[in-house]
């Protein structure tokens, strides 16, 4: 029978480590938070391996993205203790249940009922969940110091951009497939800022499909 806490230990170790993440906050969330509990049954063996994880089919699919980029993801939010943190595409909530773990107060939201279900069975009440479409995210809990998307974006989410604080930060990635970057989305006043953080690889989330342009 695999090891679990072994394997987290490596993936900590082998992927975040060598993958730019030093924050020991984060490290230590990454190390202590069961993520073979967050995939589909029958794939806890694969749940420590460098690759995205899939949860669900078609457009009910959520993403649980490999380990080193969710850790850079969750690094650029600069999560603090007390801070109010909005998780995107919650899936069965791993990001969620890591980001409380770093003393975020959390809202998690999920559109997909069987999702939004099996993470509250996961969470155990350490963040709520919000069942809603996901580009809307919960503005009555806001606004949120830190926003984070679990998946790819086509462009900027603006009513998510909006439910930020001031100096709120929020990190997706961003493009078209082949050219996608992590990237980071900062609040000052009634601007944002943005940056790319890393090239990234994520499946698309249909509910942040670019509007199609009009055509002569």
């Known amino acids: 029978m695999l090891d679990y806490a072994q394997a987290r230990r490596l993936m900590v170790d082998c992927q975040l480590r060598t993958f730019d993440v030093n924050d020991n906050a984060v490290l230590d969330a990454f190390d202590t938070v069961p993520r073979e509990r967050f995939v589909p049954a029958g794939r806890e063996a694969f749940a420590y391996i460098d690759q995205t994880l899939q949860i669900g089919t078609g457009a ?3 993403f649980v993205a490999a380990p080193m980029v969710l850790a850079r993801m969750i690094q650029a939010l600069a999560l603090k203790p007390g801070k109010r943190a909005l998780d995107v595409a919650a899936g069965y909530g791993y990001a969620a249940t890591l980001m409380a773990r770093l003393g975020a107060r959390v809202t998690a939201v999920e559109s997909v009922a069987a999702l939004a ?3 509250r069975e996961r969470l155990d009440g350490l963040a709520e969940i919000v ?7 919960a503005p009555d809990r806001g606004p949120y110091d830190a926003i984070l998307i679990n998946g790819r974006v086509e462009e900027a989410p603006q009513a998510l951009l909006d439910q930020l604080a001031d100096e709120g930060r929020l990190v997706c990635v961003l493009g078209p497939d082949r050219a996608a970057k992590a990237t980071l989305f900062v609040r000052a006043g009634d601007a944002f800022g943005s940056r790319p953080l890393f090239g990234a ?3 698309a989330l249909p509910d942040f499909a670019k509007a199609p342009g009009f055509a002569f």
């Not at 069942?131 to 995210?137: D, F, K």
Request: charged content about 10%; hydrophobic content about 50%.
């Open 60 to 62: 009910e699919a959520r």
């Open 117 to 119: 279900a099996g993470a």
């Open 131 to 137: 069942q809603a479409p996901l580009s809307a995210g």
């Open 201 to 203: 690889a994520l499946p």
